[in-house]
């Protein structure tokens, strides 16, 4: 029996809209006006907590006039008909990645995803105690939540601890007696002290630490430094949001991070981070656990989150991406040290075909500029910036062609 799912299908994206969220990017993207609330984020996959809407509709001019007429929830749409969305040799039941806009006008919290074996664990000892919907949960599922995030603007996040050194001669510079020990710990133990830091910033919740923290912002404020300016600029920024969090001071211990548009930063388990200010693609493990320690007004569980933390400096972690000429224009393929997903990057000169491969799994792919068809004998989608389209792995020989940029998300297999 022919299903109609041998074809690319249009998604229609659920939009976050969290209060860290700019109210433009997104819909500028899509071609419409703000409205009321922030867009922080766009979401296209099948995550249970926002699952896309898939249309089924076999003629294109129908899909595009109405994009949301007769659309299934993705999620309820693999599980019955598993083999020819996800391909017959797939070894799970879901779609291992999920594909987003995120758009920050202001920091978000500092927080860390767990690895799979955690999430296996914390997702066990959480069920029977509290549901999956509860805001104080940790684990809304048993999955790992690696990040690639692909820069559309300029971007600044926090990633990863500095090095110990250099964290103790910006925290010195700040001039707080309160973290003297902290500092001389650094100093002598290195990057093993990351976990007291943290211990005692947390700890210290009542008003006294929250007078530090707004005296850090007014140190902050007098340095001129060349060396630790801009750290010292978003001690200032947070302490905006979060007056009264000892944790305003992150960017003088943790790396603070800029992205040119076309860059990728990629983020793995027990890695503390904040995205401060930017919008970019970001790609993701099926997952939504996270785990914050502060920054925020939602549910903290501090002991939880520096249980996962990985207590080393931490790496580079921009992705250089592989880069291929073609006829049709050029292809840049980030690949993360995971399986769960691949980013490409596709930039189409309206000059020919541009195969969008490998056949035989489930892959999304999203429009940024331009316009795309994306099509194969058995249908047809005509994407627009912000418009995106699963290719199931039953549809064969799916081509692009048109004169745009696309973000194809596949498994890293």
Known sequence: MNTGLDRPLRLVPQVRHYDWGTRDFIPH??????????????????????????????????????????????????????????????????????????????????????????????????????????????????????????????????????????????????????????????????????????????????????????????????????????????????????????????????????????????????????YLEGSAVEVMANSDNVLRLGLTFKHVDATELLDILAYEAADAALIKPLVKEHSWGKQRSFHPPVEDFRLDVLHLVDAGEAPLEPEGSARIVLALEGGIDVHNAQGASLLRPGQAALLPAAAKAVTATGHGTLALTMSNH
Not at 50 to 63: C, M
Not at 141 to 158: G, I, M, R, V
Not at 188 to 217: C, D, K
């Open 29 to 274: 993207l899509r071609g419409r006006e703000p409205g009321d609330l922030p867009e922080a984020e766009m979401w296209f996959g099948a995550h249970p907590d926002a699952p896309s809407g898939v249309v089924l509709e076999s003629d294109p001019e129908e899909t595009r006039a109405r994009p949301h007429r007769d659309s299934t929830p993705l999620n309820r749409l693999i599980a019955d008909h598993r083999d020819e969305l996800l391909g017959p040799g797939s070894t799970g039941a879901e779609l291992p990645f999920l594909t987003k806009i995120l758009s920050a006008a202001r920091p978000l919290s500092i927080q860390a995803h767990p690895s799979r074996e955690q999430a296996v664990r914390g997702f066990a000892a959480e069920t029977g105690t509290r549901p999956v919907s509860s805001r104080d949960r940790n684990y809304r599922d048993p999955n790992h939540k690696p990040e690639l995030l692909y820069a559309l603007t300029p971007f600044s996040a926090l990633s990863g601890f500095r090095p110990a050194a250099e964290a103790a001669q910006l925290l010195s510079a700040l001039g707080l007696e309160r973290l003297r020990p902290n500092i001389h710990r650094l100093e002598s133990e290195g990057a093993a002290a990351y976990r007291s830091l943290l211990e005692g910033l947390h700890r210290h919740t009542g008003t006294s630490f929250a007078v530090n923290a707004v005296e850090a912002a007014r140190r902050a404020s007098t340095m001129d430094d060349p060396n630790c300016r801009e750290a010292m600029r978003w001690v200032l920024r947070i302490a905006e949001h979060h007056p009264d969090d000892p944790l305003v001071v992150a960017p003088l211990f943790l790396r603070l991070i800029r992205l040119d548009p076309g860059e990728a930063l990629f983020t793995g388990a027990g890695v503390p981070h904040s």
